[in-house]
């Protein structure tokens, strides 16, 4: 460990871009955690009501009874979470079948969603 | 099954600190001050001054637009602003960073911990290919 005072600029490293940016932004909300993990698990096609079901359900039962119904929970889902998500490209959204499918980056999300796992 | 599976049940508060360490790290800039302080006791952040000072001062809403927006202002450091104005504020509200106003100096935070084994995983990935270690490279 060295001590540095001067002035100089982190600025070397190599921290990733604008991708990285998005990768993170989206696993800082409870919710898309809970989207990704549930379709690194199935591996397949889910839909955005039965998301929204178990997500609805989770919140009630992970909070103190006060979270989000169903419903609420797939409007948040359909106009926040899952576009951000598709511009991440983590997810495919299939909007016409209502479903989504997890999209080319399973490496990436799983080894941070691990080392969220494993600090626990 | 994968071990993923522990991770479902969060308390809360589990929940909410996890939303700050991915808040914290969404942004290239705050990553990149994150993994200094990896390797660093303390960084010292440049004051701001001239046109920039003005520019911090002005108003809150008019600040927060230039600073998210893409239009420039001649003269102005917005990456400077930007880590004194957003940065710097939320990365010592969550802990993960102490910043001393007065003499503009930055160390770890008490919930620094909590943040290293992302910071660790993410200097593996961007820096392999790195020529050598120690991987930290400064600008003079």
Request: hydrophobic share 35%; aromatic share 6%.
């Amino acid at each position: 460990m060295t001590n540095e005072l001067s002035d100089r600029n982190p600025s070397r490293f190599h921290v990733g871009g604008g991708r990285q940016d998005r990768l993170f932004g989206v696993l800082s909300h409870p919710h898309r955690r809970f989207v990704l993990d549930k379709l690194l698990t199935v591996e397949m096609p889910v839909s955005v009501s039965e998301l929204s079901t178990e997500l609805g359900a989770w919140e009630a039962s992970a909070s103190d009874g006060s979270g989000d119904r169903a419903d609420a929970v797939e409007i948040s889902l359909v106009h926040d979470h899952l576009p951000k998500m598709a511009e991440a490209d983590l997810i495919r959204w299939d909007v016409a079948e209502r479903t989504v499918t997890l999209a080319d980056r399973t490496d990436e999300v799983r080894a941070r969603l691990r080392t969220t796992n494993n600090q626990r | 099954m994968d071990t993923l599976a522990k991770w479902i049940n969060p308390t809360s508060e589990e929940k909410s600190s996890q939303d700050e360490i991915f808040d914290a790290l969404a942004d290239a800039q705050r990553r990149r001050l994150l993994l200094f302080l990896l390797y660093h006791d303390s960084h010292y952040v440049s004051k701001l001054s001239g046109i920039s000072l003005e520019m911090a001062e002005m108003h809150r809403t008019l600040l927060r637009r230039y600073l998210s927006g893409s239009r420039e202002v001649d003269e102005a450091d917005k990456g400077l602003l930007r880590t004194h104005r957003i940065h710097l504020p939320k990365l010592d509200e969550y802990g993960f960073i102490d910043w001393d106003r007065e003499t503009h100096i930055v160390t770890k935070g008490r919930r620094f911990d909590e943040i290293r084994p992302f910071l660790e995983q993410l200097d593996g990935h961007q820096n392999r290919r790195s020529v050598k270690r120690p991987l930290v490279h400064l600008q003079e």
